[in-house]
């Protein structure tokens, strides 16, 4: 059985401080890495995929990959309220299939 | 450009009523998904098609449940009998082929409840 964790919180956050969201995978063939951002109410959003180890950036977002250990993170810098949501981590599994996280719930305070 | 369309948002039927969502995908995007999501199983495929042909409908419930494509802008989910343990929120995505199809682009989702 292929399976995505994450903790499902709530993660709480002091505003301008650095977020960090984490997901682990079982599958150790997977190769492509997502994270979805969901506000409540509304539909999965892609903000950043990884496809090989390291860090990969994108303005506040850092998405890290670790191959050897099973894991990939999403960093969050200087978060703001409006970063406040479910964030879902997705692994592609084969050609089509995304296996998904149960997400995290994100809440930065003011 | 449009993103992918849903109809209806919102729907409140009884147990035992068809059921029948709508999606227009991304014109472009060959390859369509259907998903649930519940607070108790999260995001859950149903059905994929590319090029409007369904390639795994392993995830589709049981026979209450079928799903169609007939052309590249058009796809149907139906639900006959519906039932009370069918109340989700239904998400159609789409990507265009050659793209990695773990970027998917949702649409705003369909509430079904199921009384």
């Known amino acids: 059985q292929k399976e995505v964790e994450q903790n499902s919180g709530p993660l709480s956050v002091p505003e301008g401080a650095i977020a960090s969201l984490n997901c682990t995978y079982s599958d150790r063939g997977s190769q492509s890495f997502f994270w979805y951002r969901q506000y409540s109410g509304k539909s999965p959003e892609l903000i950043m995929s990884i496809y090989s180890n390291g860090d990969k950036e994108d303005g506040r977002f850092t998405a890290q990959l670790n191959k050897a250990s099973q894991y990939v993170s999403l960093l969050i810098r200087d978060s703001q309220p409006s970063d406040s949501a479910t964030y879902l981590c997705?692994?592609?599994?084969?050609?089509?299939?995304?296996?998904w996280g149960a997400g995290t719930k994100l809440i930065i305070k003011p | 450009d449009a993103g992918v369309i849903q109809s209806p948002r919102h729907e409140v039927t009884e147990m035992g009523q068809e059921v029948t969502l709508r999606c227009k995908p991304i014109s472009g995007h060959n390859s369509l998904f259907w998903y649930r999501q519940t607070m108790m199983r999260g995001l859950e495929l149903l059905i994929y098609f590319n090029n409007n042909v369904p390639i795994d409908d392993s995830g589709m419930p049981e026979d209450r449940f079928s799903a169609k494509m007939p052309n590249a802008s058009f796809s149907t989910l139906k639900i006959q009998p519906s039932e009370p343990r069918d109340s989700a929120v239904y998400f159609c995505?789409?990507?265009?082929?050659?793209?990695?199809?773990?970027?998917?682009?949702f649409g705003e989702g369909s509430r079904l409840t199921v009384l």
């Open positions: 995505a789409s990507t265009p082929t050659g793209v990695n199809t773990g970027e998917l682009f």
């Open positions: 997705a692994v592609k599994a084969s050609n089509y299939q995304l296996i």
